[in-house]
């Protein structure tokens, strides 16, 4: 039974982890002395036997700590909602499962409360105190920043304090959950990115080719999700009309050719290259028509705004 | 609680004409032997629209007001009101005061007359001439052409509506515009009627008007829709037709070279093939499209029910007239 807390610090474990649950402690003491009743919730997603024993003997002691297993690995979308759906505290509370910001910049994300609806961090070395995150990390935010007319500087880090309200608000399948800062700051609500210190023993894992197709593939449906979501003919008529604009004119280049200067068609690879742009684009095209349909038929139920406050 | 009339204005940095406007709006509604109210939907404004018109509203408990969280154009503030609005009649106007509260009696006479929708036609329109007036005017005809609803102002915001007809139209985007178009395909008995225009008086135009690539392809859907209101698989079909045959004639001209010559043209071939592809593409997306319109929750066949009426009979009780089954 959950009591009634302020504050629900949710921490999805998946693949990295600190096997032997001493982060717990440091998120205990950084959350004690914050001052608020708190929970800190630790969601298990896939079979972590050694974590959850360390765990489970540290909440004998530590009536704040909460165990919540699934029953196989989901991924950290799942925790997060599963950890989200067995939690009551209007402050939400991020927090990476491994050693990566130092637990002391909770406090500066929780105070920030007051004044935003979320809270990102931005890491930023111990050492130096330069951002951390070379080129690629750069790369990945301008691109989405470019896409979404949103700019951030660093989506990925795992300490984040949102209010209650947006998680509500905002669905958080797939990998969704990653840029949660940003769509709550499309959907009006005040968002503010905090410099925090990165943990000097944080880890960076050696990112394989599979990462960055799972982060392009990110970009990709950001764009859809942004671009789509109340125009689709917009979007789709824009890229058919330009291929079917490209196609066309090849054409009647070709079929100009042919007629007038007698330049045979039989051997030539760019009319099948033409032709099929033209049947790309209108392809592209019926396709945002149906999108489009989509939106009207369902519009009454999508609320494309949201209400703040009503006054009377 | 039942409403006779609610005025629906959307705001966006408005703080100069907010007091000016309830007051000019009030002074309509208080002549009026009606139960009224006003909503006022603050766009997201960054000044201080919101300030002082939920201060007005502590006066005034006939004035709403309703605050977005960000700016989400005018469409979406005015679908807002009218989601709120309790009124059975809904007249919606722009909050720069460039609109006169003072037309607001003659649009109810119309919609008294029978009317579904009333439109205000700024017929001595106070803007510029070469970056406002003449866009509108090529939009207007054009929309005109391809809706069939001949409207001269489809820009203008003052109008008024039976809350039971607008209420059934979807809004979104920028769809406002095409308001009365969509109506139409519901059967919705449009009048336009001319109103008053003012010269802006305090800030900039802030709703300028939009790229003709938007409203062209706006237009595309209305029309879309609009023809395929029975069904959207026949749309598709009568789309791809034309490319179907056109295969088919060129498969038969190929196939004819072959047997003549002995020669297959592969351009003529490999097109045709192309083609058909295309065809066969766009009928099976009439068919999704068919699927989408059935299951979504705005049936689009449905929407010329919304103005079904039943015809009153002399000697006869209006069955759905509940004054008339109470008397007998």
């Known amino acids: 039974m959950a009591q009634v807390v302020e504050l629900s610090a949710i921490v999805p474990v998946c693949d990295l982890k600190d096997e032997e649950g001493e982060l717990a402690l440091e998120y205990l003491d950084a959350l004690r002395a914050l001052g608020k009743s708190f929970e800190l919730v630790f969601v298990l997603d896939g079979e972590h036997q050694k974590l959850r024993a360390h765990l489970e003997r540290h909440a004998a002691s530590e009536p704040e700590i909460r165990i919540i297993q699934l029953t196989r690995s989901f991924g950290e979308a799942t925790a997060l909602t599963a950890g989200l759906e067995h939690t009551t505290g209007d402050i939400v509370l991020t927090l990476p499962a491994y050693d990566q910001v130092e637990s002391g910049e909770i406090r500066r994300l929780v105070d920030s409360m007051d004044k935003f609806d979320v809270a990102v961090g931005r890491r930023r070395r111990k050492d130096t105190g330069r951002y ?121 280049y070709l079929v100009v050719q042919r007629l007038f200067f007698n330049v045979a068609l039989a051997d030539r690879p760019a009319l099948l290259l033409s032709s099929l742009l033209v049947v790309l684009g209108l392809q592209l095209f019926a396709l945002g028509l149906l999108g489009e349909l989509i939106i009207f038929t369902h519009a009454r139920d999508m609320k494309e705004y949201t209400i703040d406050k009503i006054v009377n | 609680m039942a409403m006779d009339l609610s005025v629906v204005v959307p705001l966006f940095n408005e703080e100069d004409s907010v007091g000016a406007l309830y007051e000019s709006i009030r002074s309509v509604i208080d002549d009026l032997e009606m139960e009224a109210e006003m909503i006022f939907v603050d766009d997201g404004s960054s000044d201080l629209t919101y300030t002082r018109a939920s201060q007005i509203a502590e006066r005034d408990r006939r004035l709403r007001v309703v605050k977005f969280r960000r700016n989400y154009g005018q469409t979406a503030a005015m679908a807002a009101g009218i989601d709120l609005a309790a009124g059975e009649i809904i007249v919606t106007m722009d909050g720069d005061l460039q609109n006169d509260p003072r037309d607001i009696p003659k649009l109810l006479e119309k919609i008294d007359e029978g009317f579904d929708i009333v439109v205000g036609w700024r017929f001595n329109r106070q803007d510029k001439l070469v970056s406002r007036k003449i866009p509108s005017l090529i939009a207007n005809w054009i929309i005109g052409k391809v809706t069939g609803v001949p409207i001269k102002d489809n820009g203008c915001s003052l109008k008024a509506y039976r809350a039971d007809v607008i209420k059934h139209v979807p809004l979104y985007s920028d769809m406002h515009r095409f308001i009365p178009a969509m109506a139409s395909i519901a059967g919705a008995r449009i009048a336009e009627i ?28 209305i029309k879309m829709i609009a023809t395929f209101s029975t069904r959207p698989l026949k749309w598709f079909a009568m789309l791809s037709a034309p490319f179907l045959l056109l295969s088919t004639v060129m498969v038969a001209w190929a196939l004819a070279d072959l047997i003549t010559d002995g020669d297959l043209s592969l351009p003529i071939a490999g097109t045709a093939v192309l083609l058909g592809a295309l065809g066969v593409f766009l009928l099976f997306s009439g068919g999704l499209a068919e699927l989408i319109s059935s299951t979504g929750t705005f049936e689009v066949d449905r929407m010329p029910l919304l103005t079904a009426q039943e015809v009153a009979l002399p000697g006869r009780n209006h069955p759905m007239d509940n004054d008339a089954v109470e008397d007998t």
């Open chain 1, 132 to 252: 951390s995150g070379g080129i690629r990390r750069q790369l990945f935010h301008g691109l989405v920043g470019y896409v979404t007319g949103h700019r951030f500087r660093d989506l990925g880090c795992g300490m984040r304090a949102l209010r209650r309200s947006v998680t509500d608000e905002i669905p958080l399948y797939g990998d969704l959950y990653r840029f949660i800062a940003l769509l709550a700051a499309r959907r009006g609500f005040r968002v503010v990115e905090l410099d925090v210190t990165e943990s000097s023993v944080s880890h960076h894992g050696g990112k394989s080719a599979r990462v960055y197709l799972a982060r392009l593939l990110d970009i990709l449906s950001i764009v859809f999700l942004v671009r789509f979501t109340k125009k689709p003919l917009r979007f789709f008529g824009m890229v058919g009309g330009i291929l079917f604009a490209v196609g066309s004119l090849l054409v009647s």
């Open chain 2, 194 to 221: 001319k109103v008053r225009h003012h010269a802006r008086k305090f800030g900039e135009s802030k709703y300028g008007l939009s790229r003709v690539y938007k409203v062209l392809l706006d237009l595309l859907t």
